[in-house]
Each structure stands twice: as C-alpha cells, then as structure tokens.
C-alpha cells in the first residue's frame, strides 16, 4: 500500500507536473527550431512572441466574457485562441517586412540578425506590458479539475491523492494534436516540403522554383501560431506575467539545442528533458522516500536538490553540458 502511495504521490507532483510543463516547452522548441532551421538564426524574441499571443487572446476571452460567452467546462481562452494566433501571425509578419526582410536581403550574418531580434524582443515586451500591465493575470475559468485528490482517495482508499487539473489535461492533448498536424503539414503538404527542402539546401530549393518569400512567410505564421498555443497553454497552467515568458526563453532554448536545434522532433524530445529534469531537480522528496522507507529511517530533511527559485539553473546546466559534449543535439540537428 505504502508503494502505491508513493508511486500516486511521483505521479501527483513529478510526472504529470513534467508532462505538462514538457508539452509547453516541446511547442515553444518548435517555434524556435523552425525558425532557426528555415530562417537561419536564433529568434530570441520567441518568449515575448509567446507573451504578445497569450496577451491578445487574454484580451479576447474577457471580451467574450463581457458578453456572456464562455466555454463552459473548458477554458474559455480556447475559443479565444484562433483570434490570438491570427493577431500574432499578423504582428510577426509585419516584424519581418519591417525589419527582418531588410537584414536577409543585405545576406546579414547569422550574428547580425540574433541581435535584431533581440531589439524586436525588448520592443515586443514593452509594448505587452504596456498594454496588459506587469501585474499577474490568472483568466483560467471553466472546470478546475479532471480528477480531485478527495475523489481519488475515495475510489481507491489510499492515503495519498492524485489531483489533475483540468489545465494540465488540456496542454497535453492540445500538444499532441498541434505535433500530429504539424508533422502531416511538413511531410505530405506541398508547402511544408518547400519548407523542408528549403531548410535542407536553400541554394537547391531556389534552382527546383521554390518561392523563398512564400516559405519565409509561412515559417513566421506557424512560428507565431505555437508561440501562441504555448504560450496560452502556459498561462492557464499557471498564470500570465510578462515577465515570465521573457525568462521561460531560457529552457525553451535549452530544450531546442538538447533535442538538435532545426529537428522538430528533437525540440519535442528536448522540451520533455528539461521538464523532467527542473521538475525532479526541485521538487522535495521527502513525501515519496518517507512511503518507501520504514518509519525509523524517515528523513528529517525535504531531500531537495535546488530551491525552485533556481530551477533555470538547471536549464543552464543542461545547455552548458550539451553544448560541449553533444553540440548537435541528441537528434543530430545543426551545430550552434
């Protein structure tokens, strides 16, 4: 029984914890990799890209609420949602004839246009805090859980309970969904094998009549339209700061260039690693080992590696590690 326990406590605060969070990061990874396997260049105003989409489609749900709409058990930020990809997209394709097409018409290194996008990154921030505020937002409503730690504890009378919120449930469907579509959209689309083809060799893709212009075009939609589901998916779980999203760009990073930065399927893997590994690095051990351990050898301590006030230290260490011992990342992706 004690082992049933501590296994439901694991799931409780480690696993589905991870896996929610690993699906926000995993859809982050993504937008960053396309960028950077198409366009060429680490995008690090990626965060404030999330927060300008979470902040239009917060916008949009307390409009819809001032009007009586909801999503009844779901949040209601869910029929938000396409307003908010769609205003992003527009915003991120604007950026780009504003600024970016400027700097890859002149054949800008690599470097020059990292740089450009962290002036768009501090831009992009102002301008959400300015609109929105710097104060914490909380616009989750609907249902707060699939499963209470009471009913739990009724149907299986164990002493430890298994909460899932209604919020965790939606990220990891919404994940999968979002990766299924997008993986058919590269691989048996016409538009999504330009884009492959033009990430493989771009000299090649222009001599097959490839238009660079429609492919750039389509990056910085989908781009915008993950940084938006991650970023909502993110505010739900949690809740909406500005500030937040600036720092989440760290482990959404880290997750890119440990799964192999331009593989889509290594920013997945990624975005799941560094989850899991904030998650076990911070959470207190304490409650699983006192199950497993008899009453005599119960620790007096949390059993907590790091304060989860450093778990981006982790994401650090992480990227430090990879980037000396692994640069292309655990799915061969392009070297940093």
Do not use: C
């Amino acid at each position: 029984m004690d082992m049933l326990n501590a296994l439901v406590a694991f799931l409780n605060f480690v696993f589905v914890p991870g896996l929610a969070y690993g699906a926000q990061l995993a859809l982050g990874a993504l937008g960053v990799t396309l960028i950077y396997g198409i366009l060429r260049f680490s995008n690090f105003a990626h965060g404030d890209t999330m927060a300008f989409g979470t902040m239009v489609t917060i916008l949009a749900t307390w409009g819809l609420q001032s009007l009586g709409i909801s999503g009844g058990v779901l949040p209601t930020a869910l029929i938000a949602l396409p307003f908010g990809i769609l205003v992003t997209a527009l915003f991120v394709l604007g950026t780009d004839r504003l600024v970016y097409r400027f700097y890859r018409k002149q054949k800008a290194a690599p470097t020059i246009l990292v740089i450009v996008s962290l002036g768009v990154m501090f831009v992009m921030n102002g301008l959400v805090r300015f609109i929105i505020g710097v104060e914490e937002q909380a616009f989750a409503d609907g249902g707060r859980f699939l499963i209470t730690a009471g009913d739990f504890k009724a149907w299986t009378g164990l002493k430890e309970g298994l909460a899932i919120r209604t919020t965790q449930g939606i990220t990891v469907v919404t994940a999968v969904i979002v990766v299924v579509a997008l993986f058919w959209f590269l691989g048996k689309t016409r538009t999504g094998k330009s884009m492959r083809a033009f990430s493989d060799n771009e000299d090649l893709a222009l001599l097959s009549g490839i238009n660079p212009e429609r492919v750039v075009q389509v990056t910085w939609i989908i781009a915008a339209a993950l940084a938006t589901i991650a970023g909502v998916l993110y505010g739900l779980d949690k809740s909406f700061k500005a500030f937040t999203y600036f720092q989440l760009l760290l482990p959404i990073f880290a997750a890119a260039i440990v799964g192999g930065l331009g593989s889509p399927l290594g920013a997945i893997a990624g975005g799941f690693v560094i989850a899991f590994s904030e998650v076990t690095v911070t959470y207190a051990w304490k409650k699983v080992v006192t199950y497993l351990v008899p009453a005599d050898m119960a620790p007096d301590g949390l059993l907590q590696l790091m304060s989860t006030d450093y778990k981006f230290a982790v994401s650090f260490a992480i990227l430090i590690i990879v980037l000396l011992f692994m640069p292309t990342g655990l799915f061969k992706g392009k070297s940093v």
